[in-house]
């Protein structure tokens, strides 16, 4: 399989994971999205929406990171990143959603961009913008680990959930997001990330990581 | 069952077609999103988040509509909502997730509103940035729909991409978007609205819908 991706790309790096924790090789090939490399007509190609990541499979081109995600458990389930039971495997994805829906898509690069071409956004607003929506998000997250998180954001054993928390919260130290109001996901992040399947999946770790890169 | 929901809110319209589709009989309570109804402490105790939708079944409350649909598909999976093989399953969540992920909460009511507060947007600007994401979106999706679609927006069958689609047809005319560079969006969506458990799902069919509520 064939990984398209960015090493700094919170979707990218949930996808890595997954990929590392099912013990699945891959390539990598990155789409520098600072210089706009995933907007390329070779890439639309590839996938129409022209955003990161894609997974390149033998038979096929998957796109979108939950769609990737729900592929990878379907196809090689050992080790399972979802419950046993409808119940929890509902809380899981209500988990990775609240990331994969309502933090992630409203902080990424083109929004960002846009506030500040369109709107006249400045750094501070940007910050505030930033700020407010992993705040919420984190809000709501920190109370569903309360309620069903132990070792791990749900129960003793890695999920997607752990696939999404821990890139944004990778993405809320980048962007100097104060966490000490959430405790519970720094331990969740902290103990998922100590996993040498996860930690290779790093953005530094990786081959197209740029060590000059500024925070932004 | 329960839905907790509001008639026009397009992540709830979701939760409705699907169970409908499935057959399943559910009462439907109502939040306000006008007038933050669903900011109070009361809705909190059952949603941390304070969105809508959120299911309550016998044991549980269910949040997040991608959750809540993943776990009416494996609950109640007559009639499906998925393809049967993994790849294909693959396509149309990732066609939903063009929707749930990169359109939908993009232009949702909290966060159009920050812009007119934060940034000082305009009805204009508010209107540009919704065309932005929907177009970009919908350009996706129009590819996607060229190459799996038939019928439906992914082969001859209902399925979860067809759930999302139509709620954000039906918020892209709300807002007047022009539509006419995606006819096949167009027909999927036409097509799909004409089968009766989704007509029955209809913003306007629900009993809190509100015929003096103004276009915006």
Not at 4 to 30: E, P
Not at 72 to 79: G, K, M, R, V
Not at 92 to 112: E, K, Q, S, T
Request: proline fraction near 7%.
């Amino acid at each position: 399989m064939t990984l398209h991706g960015y090493w700094r790309s919170t979707t990218s790096y949930r996808v890595r994971i997954a990929l590392n924790l099912k013990g699945i090789r891959y390539d990598q090939v990155t789409h520098d999205l600072r210089s706009g490399a995933h907007r390329s007509d070779d890439y639309r190609r590839l996938n129409p929406q022209r955003l990161v990541p894609a997974l390149e499979t033998e038979t096929s081109v998957l796109v979108q990171s939950p769609a990737i995600i729900e592929w990878l458990e379907e196809t090689h389930p050992a080790p399972p990143l979802l419950p046993a039971d409808a119940e929890g495997r509902a809380i899981v994805r209500a988990m990775a959603a609240v990331i994969g829906c309502d933090i992630h898509p409203v902080n990424n690069m083109r929004i960002l961009s846009r506030l500040r071409t369109d709107l006249g956004a400045g750094d501070a607003d940007v910050a505030a913008w930033i700020v407010q929506w992993i705040g919420e998000g984190f809000e709501a997250l920190e109370a569903m680990i309360a309620g069903y998180g132990g070792m791990h954001a749900f129960g003793d054993s890695p999920t997607i959930a752990d696939c999404y928390l821990l890139p944004q919260v990778y993405s809320a130290e980048r962007f100097k997001v104060d966490l000490t109001a959430f405790p519970l996901i720094r331990a969740a992040a902290d103990c998922f990330a100590a996993l040498p399947p996860v930690a290779a999946a790093h953005p530094n770790r990786q081959p197209d990581a740029d060590a000059d890169a500024d925070a932004a």
